[in-house]
C-alpha cells in the first residue's frame, strides 16, 4: 500500500495480503481513513500479482469492528469519504466483487459495519467468544452499507430477524446458519484464517476469480451468472493455466501459475 492510513495495519506474509484494522480502544470502529485504507489496500492486492489472497482482521481480542464511529457520526462529522478510486475499492471490498479472495478473521464481535465488512469476505474464520449483529434500527438507521445482502448468506427468515431486531447472534449461531465457515478458540483465529488463505492461493489465480465471481452470481443474480458464465469459460479453459495445470498433473509436480 502506498502510504500509511491511521487505524490500520498493512502486512505482507507470502502471497497474502493481511489487513488489520488498528482501534482497539474504539473497538475497531471505522473512520473515514480506515475505510480508505481498506480501499487502497483491496486495489493493491487486484493490482499486485504475487498477492494471491487477503485477510481481513483487527487488533485485539473486544472487537472485528464495532461498525461507524458513532462519536464522530454524533458530532457531525462524515465517516465515509469522498468518491474517488480508493472509495471504489472499499464499496467493492464489502460487495464481494474484488477479483482477489478475501478470507475475513474476525477475532472479536463484528456489528453493523462491521458485519458488512465481513460480508464482502468469501470466507469467515470467528472467534468463539464474538457476536454477530445488524443494529442500525435501535439507532434510527438501517445497514446501508451492504447488510441488506445479508440474505444471500443465510435463510432470508434469519436475516430478517437480524436487521428488525437488530439484536446480536453468538458466533455458534452463525455457523449453524451459515454465515461463517469455522468458530475457534480466540487465539487461533489468524492463524486459522491464513491456513484457509494459504490453501486457496495456491490454487490458479484465474479459476479463483471465475469461481468466486459466479458462485456469488448463481444467488444474488442467477440470469447474469449464466451468461458470465460462458465469458469465463472462454477465458479460463483457453489460458496458459490450464494447460500449466494439466502439464503439472501429469508431470506429477506442483503448477507454476502465471493468471493468464
Keep these: 500500500m502506498t502510504g500509511g492510513y491511521d487505524g490500520l495495519v498493512s502486512e505482507r506474509r507470502g502471497q497474502l495480503l493481511i489487513l488489520r484494522l488498528d482501534r482497539p480502544d474504539a473497538r475497531n470502529a471505522l473512520t473515514g481513513e480506515v475505510m480508505r485504507g481498506l480501499g487502497a489496500g483491496a486495489i493493491e492486492a487486484e493490482k499486485n500479482p504475487d498477492i494471491r489472497a487477503v485477510v481481513l482482521t483487527g487488533t485485539g481480542d473486544r472487537a472485528f469492528c464495532s461498525g461507524m464511529d458513532l462519536r464522530i457520526f454524533a458530532a457531525g462529522g462524515a465517516v465515509g469519504f469522498d468518491s474517488d478510486e480508493d ?36 470466507l469467515i474464520v470467528a472467534s468463539e467468544d464474538a457476536k454477530f449483529g445488524l443494529p442500525e434500527v435501535k439507532r434510527g438507521l438501517f445497514p446501508g452499507g451492504g447488510g441488506t445482502t445479508i440474505g444471500t448468506r443465510i435463510p432470508i427468515g434469519a436475516a430478517l430477524e437480524m436487521t428488525l431486531t437488530g439484536d446480536p447472534i453468538s458466533a455458534a449461531r452463525g455457523y449453524e446458519l451459515g454465515l461463517l465457515n469455522a468458530v475457534v478458540a480466540s487465539d487461533r483465529v489468524l492463524d486459522t484464517a491464513i491456513g484457509y488463505a494459504e490453501r486457496i492461493a495456491a490454487n490458479a489465480p484465474l479459476g479463483l476469480a471465475a469461481c468466486k465471481e459466479l458462485v456469488r452470481l448463481s444467488v444474488s443474480a442467477p440470469a447474469l451468472a449464466s451468461s458470465r458464465l460462458s465469458e469465463w469459460r472462454s477465458i479460463v479453459f483457453a489460458s496458459a493455466d490450464a494447460k500449466e495445470g494439466a502439464t503439472a498433473f501429469v508431470e506429477k509436480r506442483a503448477p507454476a501459475w502465471q493468471g493468464r
Excluded at 89 to 100: D, F, I, Q, S
Excluded at 101 to 114: E, K, L, Q, T
Design 87 to 122: 472509495a471504489d475499492g472499499y464499496r467493492r471490498l464489502t460487495a464481494g466483487e474484488l477479483t482477489v479472495p478475501v478470507v475475513g478473521a474476525a477475532n472479536g464481535s463484528a456489528v453493523g459495519g462491521g458485519l458488512e465488512l465481513l460480508l464482502g469476505c468469501d
